[in-house]
């Protein structure tokens, strides 16, 4: 029987866990949801005890499900990122987890900036302390200002997925890659393993609250008797280095080179590959990021709030959680959203046009409309979201693509995956088991680790479900829909209040 890798994907609503043979099949998977407090002054936290409960009972539930079990090889943990975990020496958590929407360190950043630190920041890193405060750099400072004890108490201030390594081996660790949020390595060389200290001035983050650099390769450490026990899996099996969520989602969906593109709407809708070299276009949202792919740096394309855009719209709409039948409702309407247009900055937008003040908004409402529209409007505005992202994409990367593959939760839609090949005018390739697609690219990452696969190897190994055209009939309605997208958002983010 050969083996399968156990991988932790923790994002924002929760961990899922897989179990991922070298085929890049889930043989089993498990969710469990993880709470987020919002606070009235901007903050947005989560209980890391409640991440972990959370890990173990998807685990457990994972692991009754496949049967017979394939021996476990390795244990690979994915999790959002820019959100930050005080932690003990022994990895349990000293305080919350300040999520990445948590805004409270916005003036902090602002602070640090300046001509000097900012030219520093973006020539040595790749990014400067973001203004609204959600990086790990004013997350340190929320720690220390609103929870001082447990800033106190911690040996490190960490990222989810190596809060989850330090829980499962007992070592505090983090790589180039994990800690990019932290802005203190310097990016223009692939593989670092010590922290720039004129960065780490720059940031004002205590050196001693920062965990200690393995390699983005190897094996950190192995599972421990009592992480063994309550996950109900062998102690001493080898875990590999964490990674950032959207990394693997490149890797689990084959975008390792320039000339592969992929989108990936979960909570967030992200594009994303990989190119040789560090370097960014701040204006846009466009950056580099060290990858664990050897030599490679993924580029972080973050469009904003996708899935979670769907979530939101469907409860407020009255459909509970039913999901699934909201989109079929959207998807029965004859003429789509009829003239309903949905703005999907609802946490203002990333790229390609960076602000924080710009909000969401539906337009061309009429009396005739009821709720389907407006789901159907929420689809279509995400979707063209990401259409007005692929060119500024493709001349960051200096590549076409021929297709583009679509992974997560939101490939799951047959509807959306064809209103995305609408918007992005290519031919969209929606991928089998799509909501495994972080988890499978981390088991990838470990099954290379181990030297059962190679990274080459991967495209090879996705299958694709289904393959969506251009609608060229709708070629000029989604240039011109997306031309008042565009319109809109400065107008958007001059509202009072925004």
Known sequence: MSGCVLAIDLGTGGPKVALVDETGTTLAWSSQPVATVFLDDGGAEQDPEQMWRAVVTATRTTLAACTPLPPIVAVAVTSQYMSTIPVAADGRPTGPCILWMDSRGADHNLSLLSDESFMLFVVRHGLIPLPSGSDNIAHAHVVETFHPEAYAAAVALVEPMDYLNARLTGRVCATQSTAFGQLVCDNRTWGATEYDPELVAATRLRPDKLAPLVPMHGVIGEITSTAAAELGIAAGIPVVPGTIDSITSAVGTGALTADRGS????????????????????????????????????????????GRALEWAVRLFGYGDDIAGAVDDAAALVDGADGVEFAPWLLGSIAPRPNDDVRAAFTGLHLRHDRRHLTRAVLDGVALNLGWL?????????????????????????????????????????LDQPRATNARGAAFLAFAELGTITLDDVPSLLRVRAVRDPDPTQREPVAAALRRLQALHPALSLLPDA
Do not use: K
């Open 263 to 306: 989108v990936i709407i979960g909570t967030t809708s992200v594009m994303v590959t990989h190119i040789g070299e560090q370097r960014g276009d701040l204006g846009s949202g466009l950056l580099a990021v060290p990858s664990p792919v050897p030599g490679r740096w993924y580029v972080m394309a973050e469009n904003g709030v996708g």
């Open 390 to 430: 692929r060119p500024p994409m493709e001349d960051f990367v200096g590549c076409t693509w021929p297709h583009v593959a679509f992974g997560g939760g939101g490939a799951q839609s047959d509807l959306w995956a064809q209103l995305l090949a609408n918007a992005l005018d290519r031919p969209v390739h929606q």
